[in-house]
């Protein structure tokens, strides 16, 4: 599952972004993303039986904590942002690098600080690789 999990997110980012890119502009940006979640919820339901649960629907529902519910909230700001960005005439072949980059760079405090991660020399490298990078593709 190491591979096939990393598998489903690559492919799944690449049809999000070629889906963002082709929603029509005149559509109510928040109307898209009602449409988009009531999707979501169907299709979450119809996989439960791949995931079944290890209680009773009670017992789960207890189980879930505030990160849920704040998981929740932030996706409307992700996806809301990336459809505006892609509406103000970013390109797609860019939006998500400088997106993404930028998120991986300011999640290292997070992993160091909080989660206890270590940083090798050559995760340091390839940080600066990083930076170098957003600095070469955003360079006009």
Known sequence: ????????????????HLFQKVIPAGVNPLLSLTVTYVVAALATLLLFPLFPM??????????????????????????LGFLLAYRAGWNISLASLVANTTVALLLIPAGLLLFKEQLSPVNIVGIILAIAGLVLVNWK
């Open 1 to 16: 599952m190491f591979y096939g999990a990393i598998a489903i997110t690559v492919i799944s980012n690449v049809l999000y």
């Open 54 to 79: 290890q209680g009773a629907l009670g017992d789960e529902l207890r189980k879930v904590n505030w990160a849920s519910v704040g998981l929740g909230a932030v996706i409307v700001g992700l996806e």
